[in-house]
């Protein structure tokens, strides 16, 4: 069962980690011990003692054990004494302590316990929609409003099972605010339908898409209220500017990991999905990464792996295109160590951008009647570093989504048909494993349209014009957007 406990206010704290399997995926990503004083939390071990205060000095009790019995104390503020909180479950869990609720929120920081001590284990999930008028609701409300009745019972083990699960929650909780004008598709949930997130085992969401502003301001200031008072972090929305970029940390398995997001949705200038200011409340864009970029070097500063979930690409188009490999190139190289993508409902490939594996996009988790193919991603995060990242074969159809076993012919469809979609540095095993290799494997692979890839600069470019520059970027922008208003309906 996952355990919310609260963790430090003052300062990072790095412990010592126990001796971890190496990664699977070339190109480490470690981040080198800061040397960081520790001056508010006091620990001993055994094995390798870090303290700035003797057991007389703070009033904690003297170390009994090894790592797992070490004590913590922390300093109080309020008059420089320190008092012992509890035994720690494991050093290889916690980091510290926060001292209140408001300290967690404020911060941003959430501890979780983990199933296997050292390593970190994150389910993500693509698209899901909880209003009422769509026909996945619909049909859970008739089966009994149960969510094991429209998650088949490995898909949500796995959810449950991880140490963090996200899922990108594409619609606003409110019963205020109206549709916005001109908008196609606009989605609501009912504040109620919050409980299906904790059925799920989510215990993060992304709220950087085209659907989280649908009908307005107080319908997204509502959505933040109503994932506060349920206990669901989110990323990439908030109520100013400055709150939409910030990033949630976990501390989990030794490890403080970053997560952060951002929209590239929709593409038309102004988007009806408005960007977070200083005083309005909105999203993260990222069409333009300068903000984003920032907010992964912060993350990177502060956490030893980064992870970035991103809205990106055209619907119902199984190749990403070159902006997206672009921005996935600028992730990497601001500090990312794991992108994740959602937005265009389906599949998209597996890449590598300077050794950072890419997901360009998981398809839809559970949100229409549409039969789709789509995933779940599985990371395993251990010493600071990706362990493995495995691509779990899925089905929404008939408003279930199911998740295949190895043996079903779904799962060897599906992974045979993502070794067609991602790059020839990828290497997708028989079991999901993604790895990279540099000597491409003889599997089949699908030719990338134009739209995917950069075309490779002539021998001697051309100079073309500013006006012929900016032209040809509207032309661009105007048929990618021009795809994203195509989209087909949500499925009755």
Not at 138 to 155: A, E, F, M, T, Y
Not at 384 to 394: A, D, E, H, I
């Given at each position: 069962m996952k355990k919310n406990l609260l963790i430090i206010l003052f300062s990072t704290v790095v412990l010592p980690l126990s001796a971890c399997s190496a990664s699977d995926i070339p190109n480490p990503f470690e981040k080198e011990e800061a040397d960081i004083p520790v001056t508010d939390v006091v620990f001993d071990e055994a094995a390798d003692t870090?303290?700035?205060?003797?057991?007389?000095?703070?009033?904690?009790?003297?170390?009994?054990?090894?790592?797992?019995?070490?004590?913590?104390?922390?300093?109080?503020?309020?008059?420089?004494?320190?008092?012992?909180?509890?035994?720690?479950?494991?050093l290889n869990d916690f980091e510290g302590y926060i001292l209140t609720d408001e300290d967690v929120s404020e911060n941003g920081v959430y501890c979780r316990s983990v199933k296997n001590p050292g390593e970190v284990t994150i389910v993500f999930g693509g698209d899901i929609d909880f209003d009422?008028?769509?026909?996945?609701?619909?049909?859970?409300?008739?089966?009994?409003?149960?969510?094991?009745?429209?998650?088949?019972?490995?898909?949500?083990?796995?959810?449950?099972?991880?140490?963090i699960c996200m899922l990108n929650n594409e619609f606003p909780y409110s019963n205020r605010g109206t549709p916005l004008a001109g908008k196609k598709f606009t989605f609501r949930a009912d504040p109620s339908t919050v409980h299906y997130l904790h059925?799920?085992?989510?215990?993060?969401?992304?709220?950087?898409?085209?659907?989280?502003?649908?009908?307005?301001?107080?319908?997204?200031?509502?959505?933040?209220?109503?994932?506060?008072?349920?206990?669901i972090p989110f990323v990439g929305a908030g109520h100013n500017i400055e709150e939409a970029m910030k990033p949630v940390y976990f501390i989990a398995g030794g490890m403080k990991i970053g997560f952060v997001a951002a929209t590239q949705i929709e593409r038309m200038t102004p988007p009806d999905t408005k960007e977070a200011t200083e005083t309005d409340p909105g999203v993260l864009r990222t069409l333009d990464p300068t903000k984003f970029l920032q907010v992964i070097k912060e993350a990177k500063e502060h956490s030893d792996f980064v992870v970035v979930f991103v809205h990106w690409?055209?619907?119902?188009?199984?190749?990403?295109?070159a902006s997206q490999k672009d921005l996935a190139l600028q992730y990497a190289q601001s500090g990312a160590d794991l992108i994740i993508g959602a937005h265009p409902h389906v599949l998209q490939g597996f890449d590598f951008a300077e050794g950072i594996p890419v997901m360009y996009s998981m398809g839809n988790f559970w949100f229409n009647s549409k039969t789709l193919d789509n995933c779940a991603i599985?990371?395993?995060?251990?010493?600071?570093?990706?362990?493995?990242?495995?691509?779990?074969?899925?089905?929404?159809?008939?408003c279930t989504t199911t998740m295949f076993e190895k043996g079903d012919s779904d799962f060897d469809r599906i992974i045979r048909q993502m070794r067609t979609f991602s790059t020839d540095c990828v290497d997708i095993d028989d079991d999901g494993y993604v790895t990279y290799t540099s000597t491409p494997s003889d599997r089949p692979k699908q030719e990338a349209s134009a739209s995917s890839k950069p075309a490779p600069a002539p021998e001697q470019p051309a100079q073309p014009d500013q006006a012929a520059i900016d032209a040809a970027l509207a032309a661009a922008a105007a048929a990618a957007q021009a795809a994203d208003n195509a989209q087909e309906p949500p499925a009755q």
């Open positions: 870090q303290a700035e205060a003797s057991p007389e000095e703070t009033g904690a009790l003297p170390d009994t054990g090894a790592g797992a019995d070490a004590m913590i104390a922390i300093n109080n503020a309020s008059d420089g004494t320190s008092s012992v909180l509890e035994t720690a479950p494991d009422s008028h769509y026909a996945n609701m619909n049909s859970l409300k008739s089966r009994g409003g149960d969510i094991s009745s429209v998650l088949s019972p490995g898909l949500l083990d796995l959810l449950k099972s991880a140490d059925d799920m085992g989510a215990d993060i969401v992304g709220l950087a898409n085209n659907h989280a502003y649908d009908h307005g301001p107080d319908a997204l200031l509502d959505t933040f209220d109503t994932l506060n008072e349920a206990g690409g055209t619907e119902n188009k199984n190749d990403y295109e599985e990371a395993v995060l251990s010493d600071k570093k990706l362990k493995s990242l495995r691509f779990v074969p899925c089905q929404q159809r008939n």
